[in-house]
């Protein structure tokens, strides 16, 4: 599966910070009872690449990437763990070096004109716009639809329920990250049934999200 087709699997991906390595896999049987397949495991803690492990071993439905990867040897440490796909919250040339070597579709991110050209040069068509609300939110993928027609965008940082919908009408947007499917304190309680709902709710986003390429 690449990346088109990872964007096309849900309106949102939610963006997880794991904590407690106990919490992932239920965590993710939550997601996916709610029809949220697509999960980015962020490294932001120590236990980030062993939650993937656990996750790829033990929740066959789920599409499990690893997410904020700036290390080039965090691809392969991906790809070990059982990762289906990778994602950046930048892009440099030594991560793009990396990414050459192993076979995980990456979803790179950008912040600005200048990036998203880097990115394209090295070949990247579908990218991440981050930190989304802080680059200018909707307003900025409307400006970079001009000059950048052939680019499709998944916007993450700051988007939530309410906000998801005016990104995902927008034509160069596929789907949206994010975490308020994953509230830390239903994951502190256990409350795997919140976040089932909480799933299912993206339900409604899916019709916004046919899009396009």
């Known amino acids: 599966m690449n990346v088109r087709e990872l964007m096309r699997v849900g309106p949102v991906i939610p963006v997880i910070v794991i904590e407690n390595l106990a919490d992932a896999v239920p965590l993710a049987r939550a997601l996916v009872e709610g029809g949220v397949r697509v999960l980015e495991v962020t490294l932001r803690t120590p236990v980030g690449m062993a939650a993937v492990k656990a996750i790829a071993s033990e929740v066959p439905d ?8 700036t290390r080039p040897e965090e691809f392969a440490q991906s790809l070990d763990a059982g990762a289906q796909f990778a994602v ?14 192993v076979p995980l579709p990456l979803l790179p991110g950008v912040m600005t004109p200048t990036e998203v050209i880097a990115a394209k040069s090295a070949g990247f068509m579908e ?3 981050f930190p989304a609300q802080q ?11 001009g000059p950048f027609p052939d680019v499709t965008f998944c916007p993450t940082g700051g988007i939530n329920a309410a906000t998801a919908p005016e990104f995902l009408a927008l034509p160069n947007v596929a789907c949206v990250g994010g975490s308020w499917l994953t ?4 994951i502190a309680d ?13 339900e409604s986003l ?6 396009r390429f």
Do not use: Y
């Open 206 to 211: 899916r019709a916004l999200a046919a899009i």
């Open 183 to 186: 509230p830390k304190d239903a």
């Open 135 to 145: 680059a200018g939110g909707v307003a900025m993928l409307k400006a970079l639809s």
């Open 190 to 202: 256990g409350d795997w049934e919140k976040i089932t709902e909480l799933a299912r709710e993206t």
């Open 62 to 69: 789920a599409i499990v990437g690893v997410g904020t990867i």
């Open 127 to 129: 990218l991440k716009l």
């Open 88 to 101: 950046t919250p930048g892009l440099t040339p030594a991560l793009v070096d990396a990414a050459r070597k």
